[in-house]
T-cell receptor
Framework: GAVVSQHPSWVICKSGTSVKIECRSL??????MFWYRQFPKQSLMLMATSNEGSKATYEQGVEKDKFLINHASLTLSTLTVTSAHPEDSSFYICSARGGREVEQYFGPGTRLTVT | GQNIDQPTEMTATEGAIVQINCTYQ??????LFWYQQHAGEAPTFLSYNVLDGLEEKGRFSSFLSRSKGYSYLLLKELQMKDSASYLC??????????WGAGTKLIIKP
């Protein structure tokens, strides 16, 4: 099956700093990538959808200036959490979908802790 | 609005069978997924149904009734490693994935 990687797997940063998370599709071209956030014991929450070469579409309540998404190529999307606060601590998961496929392939997730 | 309902938590015994139900009301339908998610890990794909009926894959089976807006995931010969959350998700008319809140399955010896 298709493989999606994320880097880093976990990161600890200080409040006020920025953190970049990478999501890569390793063996297919991801025309659409999705970024999710999941708090403990809660379901996945879609943050934004990005198509290669165009601006991301953010879900209601997600600050686009705080969560910067770049989908510069068909195999790479990045999420940058700017001016991180402790409440941004969460599990961030990306997924990718190729062409006309309906299935999303998930990355392993990135656990962010802001101190 | 769009809505997906599944039980919050279920408990079953090792070796037994459990059925996790999912009902949905979405704007359009282009298929239903079941994912398994262990604590601290990303979801992993279990099944995809787009036509009515039962799809069997080893110990796991998934059923869909589009007219009833209903699906279930059937797990047989339960093993301790099956303890996880099971997520139901529907693709709507805009090809967006609408997620249920997940069912936490607890397996007891």
């Amino acid at each position: 099956g298709a493989v999606v990687s994320q880097h880093p797997s976990w990161v600890i940063c200080k409040s006020g700093t920025s953190v970049k998370i990478e999501c890569r599709s390793l063996d297919f071209q991801a025309t659409t990538m999705f970024w999710y956030r999941q708090f403990p014991k809660q379901s996945l929450m879609l943050m934004a959808t990005s198509n290669e070469g165009s601006k991301a579409t953010y879900e209601q309540g997600v600050e686009k200036d705080k969560f910067l998404i770049n989908h510069a190529s068909l195999t790479l999307s990045t999420l940058t959490v700017t001016s991180a606060h402790p409440e941004d601590s969460s599990f961030y998961i990306c997924s990718a979908r190729g062409g006309r496929e309906v299935e999303q392939y998930f990355g392993p997730g990135t656990r962010l802790t802001v101190t | 609005g769009q809505n997906i309902d599944q039980p919050t938590e279920m408990t079953a015994t090792e070796g037994a069978i459990v059925q996790i139900n999912c009902t949905y009301q979405t704007s359009g339908f282009n298929g239903l997924f079941w994912y398994q998610q262990h604590a601290g890990e990303a979801p992993t794909f279990l099944s995809y149904n787009v036509l009515d009926g039962l799809e069997e894959k080893g110990r796991f089976s998934s059923f869909l009734s589009r007219s009833k807006g209903y699906s279930y995931l059937l797990l047989k010969e339960l093993q301790m490693k099956d303890s996880a959350s099971y997520l139901c998700a529907v693709i709507d008319s805009n090809y967006q994935l609408i997620w249920g809140a997940g069912t936490k399955l607890i397996i007891k010896p």
